[in-house]
């Protein structure tokens, strides 16, 4: 590499240090899950998406203006309702998940005032589930009170989960240093809750929606 190259792979290093900034914030927000899976010969058997709660710490690295890589840390409820229409049973499940996208970040419009989206991916892990509601015992036809919580089974359940994400939002920067964001965003699962240990395949995944409000300090 000779100096005209040289130089020029460090100005554009400037250029890039000169424009980057590091921000850490803080998000809240509710969760829409969806629960998806094959109900099989069960024709009355009913899954509803159930409403939950978000919230997690951000960090990002802005490269420049419009672009920039974030990664957040945050616990959220995947949830899901269970029911039968021949049979009073209703069971609602909450399950918490540990959860760390990362994301490419892309902002546009002024300095105050932008809007963004965040394209990426995401690990996590299923942390607990719970559940209660009313079950239905069928020797002496009488439904009952349920409450408890869900044992993992190493054979049956997959607690790791990973798939993509992607969100769009608007920021407003209120002071030199600190940012208000409010961003719709959306998790769709590729890895099945439930491991394939029977012979008939039952493949369950979850699709969540989250809208989240944000607060972000501004190196």
């Known amino acids: 590499m000779n100096k005209k190259s040289l130089t020029l792979v460090a100005f554009l290093m400037l250029t890039i240090v000169a424009?980057?900034?590091?921000?850490?914030?803080?998000?809240?927000?509710?969760?829409?899950?969806?629960?998806r899976m094959d109900r099989q010969?069960?024709?009355d058997y009913k899954i509803n998406d159930r409403w939950g709660i978000t919230c997690g710490i951000?960090?990002?690295?802005?490269?420049?203006?419009?672009?920039?890589i974030r990664a957040d840390l945050n616990w959220t409820q995947k949830n899901h309702r269970k029911s039968r229409d021949r049979a009073p049973m209703d069971y609602k499940y909450t399950n918490n998940y540990l959860q760390l996208p990362v994301m490419a970040s892309f902002s546009f419009g002024g300095q105050k005032l932008r809007g963004f989206c965040n394209l990426g991916v995401y690990g996590g892990y299923w942390l607990t589930?719970?559940?209660?509601?009313?079950?239905?015992?069928?020797?002496?036809?009488?439904?009952?009170q349920v409450k408890g919580?869900?044992?993992?089974?190493d054979d049956r359940d997959q607690r790791w989960d990973c798939g993509l994400v992607?969100?769009?939002g608007m920021e407003y920067r209120f002071a030199r240093h600190w940012?208000?964001?409010?961003?719709?965003?959306?998790?769709?699962?590729?890895?099945?809750?439930?491991?394939?240990?029977?012979?008939?395949?039952?493949y369950r995944y979850n699709s969540t929606l989250a809208l989240q409000t944000g607060i972000s300090y501004f190196f």
Do not use: C, P
């Not at 900034?21 to 803080?26: D, F, K, L, N």
């Open 19 to 35: 424009h980057a900034q590091w921000r850490v914030g803080a998000t809240f927000g509710t969760t829409s899950n969806h629960y």
């Open 166 to 168: 992607g969100g769009i």
């Open 58 to 68: 951000t960090g990002q690295y802005d490269f420049n203006s419009w672009l920039g």
């Open 129 to 144: 589930s719970n559940y209660d509601g009313v079950d239905y015992n069928t020797l002496n036809s009488t439904s009952y």
């Open 149 to 153: 919580h869900v044992d993992f089974n």
């Open 179 to 202: 940012g208000a964001q409010v961003e719709v965003r959306y998790y769709y699962s590729t890895t099945s809750v439930q491991k394939q240990y029977m012979s008939v395949k039952d």
């Open 41 to 43: 010969y069960m024709s």
